[in-house]
């Protein structure tokens, strides 16, 4: 079965399900999965894994799917782990002031550099009304957290996700 690219091992593995990634990432959900609008989601929790025994280079895709099912792609970030590491962020989201109300998806598809999905994971959350004092607050909190030098910030009409290492809690 070389001819199609597939290996006995390969095929048996696709088979009996027990395929397993080289790169798994897991997306927890904060303990409180309600916020307000312009308040801050989080944190949660965010892990990833290479399961191999080489570097391996990825795109991680953070997302948004709307109430009304529309999605919202923010930037990709392109990263890498080294043979068998593993690392761990915290993560928050930003909720604009003006967004719509109700269940919500974040998610994180991840890519290897030709495009295939290696891993796609989320959670749902839910906006509700908000009020001007958490807004005030929840501002003031994403500018502390986007002074760290090792946060990552991407964002898209205004969403913001937050990505601090975990060992700067």
């Known amino acids: 079965y070389y001819d199609s690219g597939w290996a006995a091992e390969d095929f048996l593995k696709k088979v009996t399900g027990t395929s397993t990634s080289t790169i798994t990432h897991t997306l927890t959900p904060p303990s409180k999965t309600t916020v307000s609008q312009g308040g801050v989601l989080g944190p949660f929790t965010i892990e990833e894994h290479n399961n191999s025994s080489s570097y391996y280079a990825y795109y991680v895709q953070p997302y948004v799917t709307k109430p009304d099912g529309t999605t919202l792609n923010f930037k990709k970030i392109s990263t890498g782990l080294g043979a068998g590491e593993e690392?761990?962020?915290?993560?928050?989201?930003?909720?604009?002031?003006?967004?719509?109300?109700?269940?919500?998806?974040?998610?994180?598809k991840l890519t290897d550099t030709s495009g295939n999905v290696i891993d796609d994971d989320s959670f749902e959350f839910t906006?509700?009304?908000?009020?001007?004092?958490?807004?005030?607050?929840?501002?003031?909190?994403?500018?502390?957290?986007?002074?760290?030098?090792?946060?990552?910030?991407?964002?898209?009409?205004?969403?913001?996700?937050?990505?601090?290492?975990?060992?700067?809690?």
Not at 89 to 101: D, M, W
Not at 142 to 167: C, S
């Open 87 to 108: 690392r761990t962020f915290k993560g928050y989201l930003y909720i604009p002031a003006s967004s719509e109300l109700g269940t919500f998806t974040l998610g994180a």
């Open 127 to 169: 906006v509700v009304s908000g009020s001007t004092y958490a807004s005030k607050r929840s501002a003031r909190r994403l500018k502390r957290l986007m002074r760290n030098p090792e946060t990552q910030v991407v964002e898209e009409d205004g969403w913001k996700v937050i990505v601090v290492p975990e060992r700067d809690r």
